[in-house]
């Protein structure tokens, strides 16, 4: 089991060896996932100190779902596993980026490969645009009648 | 001013041309910044909806610091302002990408180019390893006795 460090000076956090991560008052430390070619934004969400721990130990990344408020094993669904080339840790150890390899080619469940499918124009009201123009995967056909996690 | 959207349904927010954000109950939306030449990820942070909006209307990235509770112009101390190539949206809205250019080369107040300058390897307790072996600027010369925003 990976012993997280206490966070004893700002010094230690932001310059020293030791993992000592910082989870907010809900227990959880937001990440980021990559695409380790692409260097393209995947996706991003949070984890528990307990998907922090899985994802060290098993080179996949283990996140929390707060829409389901359980562990998420990130692909134990879709299939779509992303396996960890390399985990960073920011200053304050308050965020963690995660640069992965998906298999399957897609993140997102809505089917498109990032979660990041639409640019947000720089003027005053225009419509999002569109950045992909096919979904790599059908999620009907990936996840049935699973409920969607997106929250309104 | 930019005038976010309702979220009225799934469909709408994860398929449609509306910028609908979800804001969290603390009213923030997180948000990952990249070098738009690199692909590196500079830093992590959080926008709460002024934030969002100035960022869009003046193409320079606007934070919401939560050490300090106020909107933070990225750079309007350091000089190290973010200009926006691109923002992105994800699919259910409560997260945003910005893809930037930084004045002077360097993004985190630690004086690293990016904020997550260390690797946290894949095996039980080991050491945290540096991936950047030198500073690009003087933190002291650049910040003078600003307060350290690292919380421990």
Redesign the interface.
Known sequence: ???FKP????EQ???????AP?FDASGLI?V?T?DAG????L??GVMNAEALQRS??T?QAHYYSRARQCLWHKGATSGLVQT?V???????QD???LRVRIAGGAS???G?RS??????P????A???F?ESEKAFDPVRVYGDAP?????
């Not at 390399?86 to 304050?92: L, Y």
């Not at 969607?148 to 309104?152: A, D």
């Open positions: 089991m990976q012993n966070r004893l000076s700002v956090v932001e310059e020293g060896h030791d993992l910082r937001s980021v990559t692409s260097g393209e934004v996706m991003m060290i130990q080179g960890t390399e985990m960073r840790i920011d200053d304050d965020a963690v980026w997102c469940h809505v498109y979660c990041f499918y639409r640019a947000v720089l003027v005053g009201d419509p999002l645009l950045t969607n996690p997106t929250q309104l």
